[in-house]
């Protein structure tokens, strides 16, 4: 691939999992990896390590360089194919644009579904997952325990919704992610105005620290597993890796690795990150559900390579996925 480019730092199970003769065979497959341009490569290089392991052929790619062409049978273009669609295609990230761009490249994902492609997560999971209000609402459909939130357009309604607010809010954005942009509403006056919230309001309800400590978890699953989870605590509320959590290695209990799953399944996501936290009354919630999720955090504490599991499970999939549709 062209795009590795950055220096790796050492990670705790980035070497080989052991898992024996059980590697999945690739031999047959050209699949392609889309991520964002310039960035995104310290995941992209581990994922196309593991999937080449296994004898797959990978092209990395991103979004913006593909097409609809009909001048081509398949009428989607993506670099490395000449026109014929890949075997499975692993997508990393959309990648960053306006309106239109997004909505072509989702249309794009939603195309090589509708082609037979074998997509990864596919449009119908990112779109769910990007959009919190989408997955909040899922979440609540599936009888999943998460906090209670309500989503509205405009400031009027925002206002309406928190006029003698007696508990305190969490407002995010509703395309956020990594912790930025949210903050706390106490009361309706700090609101902020509809343009330095896009005129959406996500508003959910806070869940105080048990004992001043500010922690949740991240369970990174597969549709076939959980892979790795991690313990994240910070010094604020917002316990993100990239607002300053800290990770400590975590076996789920039962009752995480269930909701999790649980969560996996209300989105129909093939793999994600699910922030798990529990309220002063003892309930594990589903804090937000992630399509593609990073895992370099959570590989400084985790034993297996994450990379490699998520990659056989992948290849397992699209394996299985050919297999019928022949
Ligand atoms: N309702 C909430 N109550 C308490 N803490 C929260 C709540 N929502 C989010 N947080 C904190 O903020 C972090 C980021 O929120 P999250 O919904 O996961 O959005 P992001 O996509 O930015 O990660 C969480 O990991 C958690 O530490
Ligand atoms: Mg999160």
């Known amino acids: 691939m062209t795009t590795a480019k950055t220096t790796d730092g050492p990670h705790k199970g980035d070497g080989p999992n052991r898992s024996g003769g059980n590697q999945p065979d690739g031999a047959a497959l050209h699949l392609a990896l889309l991520i964002e341009e310039g960035r995104g490569e310290w995941h992209a290089r581990r994922i196309v390590r593991a999937l080449q392991a296994c004898g797959a052929k990978v092209t990395v790619s991103s979004l913006p360089h593909c097409a609809f062409d009909t001048g081509l049978e398949s009428g989607i273009d993506i670099p490395g194919f000449a026109g014929r669609l890949p075997d499975g295609v692993f997508v990393r990230s959309i990648s960053a644009g306006t309106l239109e761009q997004i909505t072509f490249r989702l249309g794009l994902l939603h195309a090589l579904r509708e082609s037979g492609v074998r997509v990864w997560n596919d449009a119908r999971v990112i779109e769910r997952c990007v959009d919190k209000s989408q997955t909040t609402f899922l979440l609540h ?127 129909d996501a093939d793999y994600a990150g699910i922030d798990l936290i529990r309220t002063p009354s003892g309930q594990l919630q589903v804090l937000e559900v992630n399509s593609n999720p990073a895992w370099r955090g959570l590989q400084t504490v985790a034993d297996i390579n994450i990379a490699e599991a998520i990659a056989h499970d992948f290849l397992i999939t699209v394996n299985a996925h050919r297999a019928a549709v022949r």
């Open 141 to 267: 459909r599936a009888g999943i325990p998460t906090p209670r939130t309500r989503v509205v357009e405009t400031e009027v309604h925002a206002r309406e919704y928190t006029q003698d607010l007696d508990r305190t809010l969490v407002l995010k954005p509703l395309f956020g992610s990594q912790g930025k942009g949210i903050g706390l509403i106490h009361s309706e006056s700090e609101l902020p105005p509809g343009p330095a919230v896009d005129h959406m309001y996500y508003m959910q309800d806070y869940v105080a620290p048990n004992d001043g400590l500010f922690e949740d978890w991240r369970v990174l699953a597969t549709r076939r597993r959980i892979v790795a989870a991690m313990t994240r605590q910070g010094t604020t509320w917002v316990t993100n890796i990239h607002q300053g959590g800290k990770a400590r290695a975590l076996v789920p209990d039962g009752e995480m690795a269930a909701i999790s799953m649980a969560a996996m399944r209300a989105i």
